[in-house]
């Protein structure tokens, strides 16, 4: 960049200013969707530690498996696997949509945008299934 | 932007050049991915089938065969799969001498976890 | 909203940034000051403001954010005209690119409301009130909208972009068929005016190792022309976890392309391509 060093003596010349990056740039459904897939996996990361104890817990006997579901079904224990519901089916859906794009297909701007949104809505109702149903199986039961 | 470097910008640009790998990091997130899609599934549905059942129950099915390979097969895939991107996650945004450390303190931990998973279950299945 | 093409303004986001503190992540030296809001033009009826990042190197200050009133009857209807009219009429130091003021130069491209796009194809009338303009993003800045390209266009070099061949030089061309050109229909239209790869978030993060697309879509170009006999040492020239695979399909590239070009297909050719040399 600048080959030429400051005069002996002299005081070095202020850096050049770094023009403003994600302080300004819009977010748009390429950014958004991609952070949230990475969002979604990290917190997926610390679900599969969650689903090692509870396989260990189960290993370890009834006791400490009953520690685990009391849990799992609190208030708390809920709302953490609703969201893990939720990160769960976006990050799968928006997998898929990477796995299709690494055959190089769908990069149109216009299916870059549907399959977009389509991520967003199969995310939001595969949750709400998912939830309907496990919440009728545990009601029969 | 160190104004005393005489570094000419291609050799900036060069830097220590092309690795010339990186491709089996790559292909192996997608194979693992593609596995993880049936699997997780599996997971998911089997986990809401038996929601609220006892310990009996939930013990009794993952000692079947089907269930135990299912999910031994799970935890690889998965925390194969976890350990490639999260490496990637560190890689993007830790620029200093703690991200060799921290990418192999990830792959410690994803590959130990994936262990005591498997064991547990073969605990579960054999009954130990 | 579904976006058709890049040239679509998207008028209905519902952040117009991420919610992150202005100085998020931002050197001291880089932090932009408010600055002072230049006089409307007296008797002008229809006026638009601009914010525009303003930076002088002889000053020593910060960067600041200037507002201009400018009047819509006394000026053309792109965004480089209201730059230029600003220069005329109200601060001659206002420093910016232009060149061909018809999107083949690819000088004048810039941050305008959150998207990097070209002054002089961007309508006034697109733009929100007030106008937002930063130069590229990511960049370090020479003066006002003025960005130092050094870094990228040594970027560019690295991919060595020309024909490289290993047949002896023929006497006359090197033939192609239709069929063969047509294979670079989309890359070579390329300006190089880096929008695309201003706006990518992982250029931002790795620009010093990760080569961003405007440079991969170059790599494709020659990677895919029939003539060229140097497939092998390009794609291990680029088989690397940070020159190409810090590419993450986050699509910013192609969502803002102002000739409407694909850099994140280029990029996923590319990715195919090494898989298909190794199977
Ligand atoms: S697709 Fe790749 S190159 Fe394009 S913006 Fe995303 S990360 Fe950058
Ligand atoms: S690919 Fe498009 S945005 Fe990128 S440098 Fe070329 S013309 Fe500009
Ligand atoms: S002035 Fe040439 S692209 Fe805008």
Redesign the pocket.
């Known amino acids: 960049m600048d080959a030429k060093p400051p005069p002996l003596g002299k005081k070095a010349p202020r850096p050049r200013p770094l023009s403003p990056n994600i302080q300004i740039y819009r977010p748009q459904l ?1 950014s958004v969707l ?1 952070i949230a897939n990475r969002a979604t996996g990290v917190l997926l990361s610390l679900a599969a530690i969650g689903l090692v104890i509870w396989i260990s817990a189960a290993a370890a006997g009834p006791e400490p498996y009953a520690v685990i579901q009391r849990a799992l079904v609190s208030w708390a224990g809920q709302v953490v696997l609703f969201g893990v519901t939720f990160s769960f089916f976006l990050h799968l859906c928006g997998g898929i949509r990477h796995l299709v794009w690494d055959t190089v297909h769908g990069f149109e701007l216009r299916s870059i945008y549907i399959s977009g949104w389509s991520v967003v809505a199969a995310s939001a109702v595969l949750t709400a299934t998912a939830w309907a149903a496990g919440l009728f199986v545990a009601g029969s039961r | 932007m160190n104004r005393q470097s005489f570094r000419s910008p291609l050799a900036r640009a060069l830097g220590l050049g092309s690795a010339k790998r990186g491709s089996r990091h790559w292909l192996a997130e997608r194979v693992t991915a593609i596995a993880l899609v049936p699997l997780t599934v599996w997971f998911v549905a089997s986990i809401i089938a038996r929601a609220g059942s006892d310990y009996t129950a939930f013990v009794s099915w993952l000692s079947t065969p089907f269930a135990s390979v299912g999910m031994i097969l799970l935890l690889i895939a998965l925390f194969h799969h976890t350990a490639l991107g999260l490496q990637v996650v560190i890689e993007d945004y830790v620029h200093s001498g703690a991200r060799f450390a921290a990418v192999i303190a990830i792959q410690l931990c994803c590959y130990g976890l994936a262990v005591v998973g498997v064991i547990a279950i073969l605990h579960i299945a054999f009954g130990g | 909203m579904i976006i058709n093409s890049s040239d679509q303004v998207s008028r209905f986001t519902w952040l117009k940034r991420f919610p992150i503190p202005h100085n998020f992540d931002v050197m001291p030296d880089s932090r932009i000051r408010p600055g002072r809001t230049w006089p409307a033009p007296a008797g002008a009826t229809k006026t638009k403001a601009f914010d525009i990042y303003r930076y002088d190197p002889d000053s020593g200050d910060n960067p600041r954010l200037d507002r201009f009133h400018v009047d819509l009857n006394d000026c053309g209807p792109m965004v480089l005209d209201a730059l230029i009219w600003i220069k005329n009429k109200v601060d001659s130091t206002l420093t910016f690119r232009r060149s061909c003021r018809e999107g083949v130069c690819g000088s004048c491209s810039m941050n305008m409301d959150g998207t990097n796009w070209l002054a002089c194809t961007r309508f006034i009338s697109d733009m929100a009130t007030p106008a937002t303009i930063y130069p590229l993003a990511n960049m370090r800045i020479i003066k006002d909208l003025v960005p130092d390209q050094t870094h990228i266009f040594a970027q560019y070099a690295v991919i060595e972009p020309w024909l490289r061949s290993k047949t002896p030089e023929p006497e006359k061309e090197r033939l192609q068929s239709v069929e063969e050109r047509s294979r670079i229909d989309g890359y070579y239209e390329c300006i190089l005016c880096f929008c ?1 790869t201003s ?5 931002w993060w790795n620009g010093d190792r990760f080569l ?2 405007a440079v ?1 879509l170059q790599a494709w170009r020659w990677l895919n022309d029939s003539r060229d006999e140097a497939k092998e040492e390009r794609l291990d020239n680029l088989e690397d976890p940070f020159r190409l695979y ?9 969502r803002t392309c102002p000739k409407g070009l694909n ?2 297909k280029a ?1 996923a050719e590319i990715k195919k391509m090494i898989i298909e040399r190794e199977s």
Not at chain 3, 199 to 203: L, N
Not at chain 3, 246 to 254: A, D, E, K, Q, S
Request: hydrophobic share 15%.
């Open positions: 390429t991609s | 695309c706006g990518c978030p992982s250029h961003g697309p991969l810090r590419c993450h399909t986050i699509l910013n590239c192609t850099p994140g990029i």
